[in-house]
């Protein structure tokens, strides 16, 4: 790995296995970064047969020589954010972590306003995971949020608590007539506490992030969400509040970086997406309850079947062209073994019309029909033989994933240089 930075994106709707990624490539850097999104995601990381689910902590905190770092642009939920911290140092995990004071705290009546909404947007929701992401980001950009590095200064985040406080308990009671029983002196001291016990991770991570680029130390982004969820390019307003594409990382994590990065989109050899939205390639057949049982496509964050289609290659595209993608990191290819035949979507059909890149508005979505291309299907692998295929290298693998990686290569114009066979970091393969 020889760019100092490297960042890994979702290319699909989330739960593409970023976590796995991650964690392969954290122990070549010295940083691992979160710089969006919050504990919405959810990320499974496999080492040494243990299983680890990440929601905020970056996923390189396996490794005792990396620095963890949750930069501005993510929002914290501190109380999950202790429990996360609680539970690693249980299982006897060294963390070397790091927290951004600018980052946003995610308040109880933040959590209170999702539900709220989530009754409110109807079909145009996005089936929130009811984190409080949405409400966290409108009082960022409200500008009176409140940040990590307040609770540490108490008069100051009265000042702040105060406006924020009733502005939102205003609107859940009146607007939406709910109750919220939460008193405001009660949030005070129970948020006050977390800062202390938050206290020796809060640092000006901007700051030290430059320092450690500057001195040329290796930094890995870890992207949370995917490409169909970014704010402003997703499939809005079925999105996230966050953007999470290569390019936020500047934003996300305050550093204003001039060298070229290795930037690897994750892609699943499906697709699975958990909220709502059209999903042109969805399979409601028992074929895809079939996938999404193999693939055990249930969400981490919040346990809801996760609904499974096949690979959309015009959603991919976007990916590729949006973050500027480098590569592509292909996983859980031995989820699709024992298909006879594979199904790829390569473009939709819109009012009579052959559209090979995502359009921007829901209505026309709405409106589309996937046109498909299909490949032929491969053997189950056996874990002995997944092992040969990774001591041999990518010519090894069967003739038909073969075709199938280079047809996804042909038609997104990115090469597919690291292949997923399984959860464990022996289970890849790197071209
Ligand atoms: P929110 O970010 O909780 O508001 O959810 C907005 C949309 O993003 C919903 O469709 C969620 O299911 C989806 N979403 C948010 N985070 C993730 C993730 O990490 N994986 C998959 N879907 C996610």
């Not at 109380?79 to 790091?98: A, F, H, Q, S």
């Amino acid at each position: 790995m020889n760019n100092q930075l490297t960042i890994i994106v979702g290319s699909q709707w989330g739960d593409e296995g970023k976590g796995k990624i991650t964690d392969f490539f954290a122990s070549q850097v010295d940083y691992v970064v979160r710089f969006q999104g919050g504990n919405n995601a959810g990320h499974t990381v496999v080492a040494k047969n243990e299983t680890y689910k990440l929601h905020l902590i970056p996923s390189g905190v396996l490794y005792s020589h990396v620095t963890s770092l949750i930069g501005n642009g993510t929002v914290i939920d501190p109380k999950v954010l202790i429990e996360e911290i609680e539970r690693l140092k249980g299982r006897g995990i060294d963390l070397n972590l790091k927290i951004s004071e600018r980052a946003h705290v995610i308040m109880p009546y933040h959590i209170a306003m999702d539900e709220a909404l989530s009754g409110h947007q109807g079909v145009l929701g996005a089936g929130s995971t009811k984190r409080g992401i949405a409400p966290v980001c409108a009082d960022k950009s409200y500008r009176h949020g409140i940040r990590v590095g307040d609770l540490l200064e108490p008069e100051f985040f009265k000042e702040k608590l105060e406006k924020a406080y009733n502005f939102n308990v205003n609107i859940l009671r009146k607007v939406f007539e709910v109750p919220f029983e939460k008193s405001m002196e009660e949030i005070y001291q129970e948020f006050c506490e977390y800062g202390q016990k938050l206290k020796s991770f809060i640092a000006d991570t901007e700051l030290e992030l430059f320092e450690a680029y500057k001195k040329g130390n290796k930094i890995l982004f870890e992207g949370a969400q995917g490409m169909s969820l970014d704010l402003d390019h997703g499939m809005y307003p079925h999105t996230t509040s966050t953007n999470n594409i290569a390019g936020h990382i500047s934003v996300g994590a305050g550093v204003g970086f001039n060298t070229s990065a290795r930037i690897i989109g994750v892609v699943k050899a499906y697709v699975s997406r958990v909220g709502n939205s059209p999903f042109l390639t969805e399979l409601l057949s028992a074929e895809g309850d079939a996938l999404r049982e193999k693939g055990n496509e249930y969400g981490t964050t919040t346990g809801r079947p996760r609904r499974v289609g096949w690979l959309d290659l015009v959603q991919v595209r976007q990916s590729v062209r949006c973050s500027g993608l480098t590569d592509i990191a292909i996983t859980k290819l031995d989820i699709l073994a024992g298909m006879k035949e594979i199904k790829v979507c390569v473009a939709y059909e819109i009012d009579g019309e052959l559209i090979t890149e995502m359009p921007s508005s829901v209505a026309k979505m709405r409106r589309a029909r996937p046109l498909y291309k299909t490949l032929a299907g491969w053997e189950e692998m056996s874990k002995e033989e997944t092992k040969k295929y990774v001591l041999n290298g990518y010519q090894s693998l069967p003739h038909q994933v073969k075709k199938y990686i280079e047809f996804i290569e042909k038609e997104t114009a990115c090469p597919v240089s690291i292949i997923s066979l399984g959860p464990g970091r022996e289970e890849t393969i790197v071209r």
